[in-house]
């Protein structure tokens, strides 16, 4: 399973046509048309119908939209808490005389 596939379907379903949903994920349309197809052949299901000229969610489709917000929703969790994790907290503390607050700290704390 690749997750980029997952992504690209919910984008598909946000944004209501390939075109759309490739401008926001900054590739081809024929890329996302590979994404879904590939998803349709890994889960040997059709995801979407062509009804006119829209192309809609099939009930196989429908039932999978669900699962697919969840598994990006904790994809975005993961992300975030690496974040965090990442960048440097908490608290600091610093005592120094008044001359040397005055002169050299205001150098130090800008890279704070």
């Known amino acids: 399973?690749?997750?980029?596939?997952?992504?690209?379907l919910k984008t598909v379903v946000e944004e209501g046509s390939f075109l759309r949903a490739s401008q926001k994920l900054c590739c081809t349309q024929s890329t996302v048309t590979f994404h879904i197809q590939q998803l349709e052949r890994e889960f040997s299901l059709q995801l979407f119908e062509k009804i006119g000229r829209r192309m809609c969610l099939t009930t196989e489709g429908k039932k999978l939209m669900?699962?697919?917000?969840?598994?990006t929703r904790v994809m975005e969790s993961i992300r975030e808490a690496a974040r965090q994790d990442a960048e440097p907290g908490g608290e600091l503390r610093v005592a120094t005389g008044e001359t040397l607050l005055a002169y050299k700290m205001p150098q130090v704390f800008t890279t704070f």
């Open 1 to 8: 399973m690749d997750l980029r596939r997952f992504i690209t």
């Open 66 to 71: 669900p699962h697919i917000h969840e598994l």
